[in-house]
């Protein structure tokens, strides 16, 4: 872990890895705390699933466009106006007397959301040496595992006190990141207007998108298939210990994965992780016992972390400097709509034929991930589009 202890050194790796958990924390407190504000509101799941989902859409809606809005302006602006956006918004979603008003709330303020996490991934680059920046990728995974354990907890322990408190840290802490980005962010050129049309005209990102896509599917069919398949074991509410052991696996991998040198490109790790995904998880919708159940959501879950690193570093190649934010966004927006996906497709085949199905469904997506990252391997193993980001890195080191 030697790594980790020489990354943060660096003062703005620091101020990084600040910002990363605090906007993480909050994007994950955000999903459950519209939950329990809308069924508090009503007394009606209908209702609170109606608001979180417009939360959800909303911020999918508009995720390239507030991408390209960084990627064009820079971090400043753009940040600064949609975070205060994102807090009147909240405000009102806090105040919203009726499921009308928490709906069009919630979309409001899913869709000015400010895109932190996906504006801080190009600026490791600028933050550490070339040589943590692997490092660095796995740090932010890892974060992400850790949040998303923490997030529901903090929305739950915040709705005790009110349903609307949940929403006030998730926005309080969107805020507090955006601050820590803007107030010392490391060194970089303000970017150029690009003329190039992004995902969309870019072969290897509309890979990538479609890729995304598929991760999407299996992620939404196992929010759903998990639980059921705890509710046909006993009780749904023994889910949660089904995800815990899932993000533990990753953070642990993830960890791990941040202080080893690898032979493989990124492209071929990518591969490797939905070819892994593929058969753990066909493998896990076999089993129902808890032991077996917990190795193999122990060994799902270590190929999560490391597809978000191979991830971020053929980003690093493929999207130009001067749409990477945007670029980041498209990825988040195809995963979300994925997710949305596969949680319908996987609900239908729950109730109507059992767990088992449901989670057959999500290692058919992963394995729909891996022959499309297969299909194009030769365009994601190319550097043709590679850019130098050009910016020195920070000598901060206090």
């Known amino acids: 872990m030697r790594v980790y202890v020489d990354l943060l050194r ?45 939360w959800g859409m909303g911020g999918t809606v508009t995720g390239p466009l507030r991408g390209r809005l960084v990627d064009r302006y820079g971090q400043r602006l753009p940040l600064v106006a949609l975070t205060l956006i994102t807090a009147l918004a909240a405000a009102g979603l806090a105040t919203a007397a009726g499921t009308t008003q928490l709906i069009c709330f919630g979309a409001l303020t899913g869709a000015a959301a400010p895109p932190i996490v996906a504006s801080i991934r190009p600026l490791w680059a600028q933050a550490a040496p070339k040589d943590l920046v692997h490092s660095a990728y796995a740090l932010d995974a ?66 990538l998108l479609a890729a995304n896509a598929c991760a999407g599917l299996f992620l939404g069919a196992l929010t759903v298939g998990l639980p059921a398949r705890a ?45 892994w995904l593929a058969l753990s998880l066909a493998l896990l919708a076999a089993v129902s016992t808890p032991l077996p159940l917990v190795i193999l959501l122990l060994s799902t879950g270590a190929a999560l972390a490391p597809m978000t690193i ?3 570093e053929l980003l690093d190649v493929h999207a130009s400097q001067h749409t990477a934010v945007a670029s980041m966004m498209w990825m988040v927006a195809g995963e979300e709509l994925g997710v949305a996906a596969g949680s319908v497709v996987a609900g239908l085949l729950a109730q109507n034929v059992g767990a088992w199905l449901a989670l057959l469904a999500a290692a058919a997506s992963a394995g729909l991930g891996a022959l499309v990252v297969a299909t194009g391997r030769v365009a994601l193993a190319s550097d043709s589009t590679a850019t130098d980001h050009g910016c020195p890195v920070s000598n901060d080191r206090g």
């Open 10 to 54: 660096y003062g703005a790796a620091r101020r990084l890895t600040a910002a990363t958990a605090t906007g993480k924390l909050g994007f994950a407190v955000f999903p459950l705390a519209t939950v329990l504000l809308g069924h508090g509101s009503s007394g009606s799941f209908l209702d609170a699933g109606a608001v979180a989902g417009a």
């Open 142 to 207: 890892v974060l992400t595992e850790v949040t998303k354990i923490c997030g529901p907890l903090v929305a739950a322990a915040s709705a005790v006190h009110s349903p609307r408190l949940g929403v006030i840290t998730a926005a309080a802490l969107l805020t507090a990141s955006t601050c820590l980005v803007i107030s010392h962010p490391p060194t970089r050129r303000p970017p150029a207007a690009s003329r190039t049309g992004g995902v969309p005209a870019s072969p290897a990102l509309r890979l």
């Open 231 to 275: 509710a046909e074991s006993g009780s749904v509410a023994d889910s949660g210990w089904l995800f815990a052991c899932l993000a533990l696996g990753s953070a642990l991998v993830g960890a791990r994965f941040g202080t080893r040198r690898r032979a493989a490109s990124p492209a071929t790790g990518y591969l490797t992780t939905f070819a």
């Open 310 to 312: 191979c991830l971020f």
